[in-house]
């Protein structure tokens, strides 16, 4: 079994930091990409940014400048800096994870359990 535990979640104000964190552990061979979701209410869940295994990293326009994705990979762990938060920035935010637990085994998908960030006006 694989386990992410997300943290770093809260209510901040507009203007403000945060760093969002997801941590892997379990049967874990390998882990290949990594990335991190936000639904917001009523809406679809969107990805806000991804990062390969070497590291290269991947941001939709909306938060291209604010959001950073960065890996620990000693750690298994995915982190998300969020710089100049807005309240648009509201929503539950996931992180996903590609793990393969063996060598033979096919990359599986797992997800967090969502870590919720208000951002106050």
């Known amino acids: 079994q694989v386990q992410l535990r997300e943290s770093g979640g809260g209510l901040v104000q507009a203007g403000g930091s945060l760093r969002l964190s997801c941590a892997a552990s379990?049967?874990?061979?390998?882990?290949?990409?990594m990335g991190w979701y936000r639904q917001a209410p009523g809406k679809q869940r969107e990805l806000v940014a991804q990062i390969t295994s070497g590291g290269s990293t991947n941001y939709p326009d909306s938060v291209l400048g604010r959001f950073t994705i960065s890996r620990d990979n000693a750690k298994n762990t995915v982190y998300l800096h969020i710089n100049d938060l807005k309240p648009e920035d509201t929503a539950v935010y996931y992180c996903?994870?590609?793990?393969?637990?063996?060598?033979?085994?096919?990359?599986?998908?797992?997800w967090g359990q969502g870590t919720q960030v208000t951002v106050s006006s």
């Open positions: 379990g049967s874990i061979s390998r882990i290949d990409g």
């Open positions: 996903r994870v590609t793990v393969k637990r063996t060598y033979s085994s096919p990359p599986m998908e797992h």
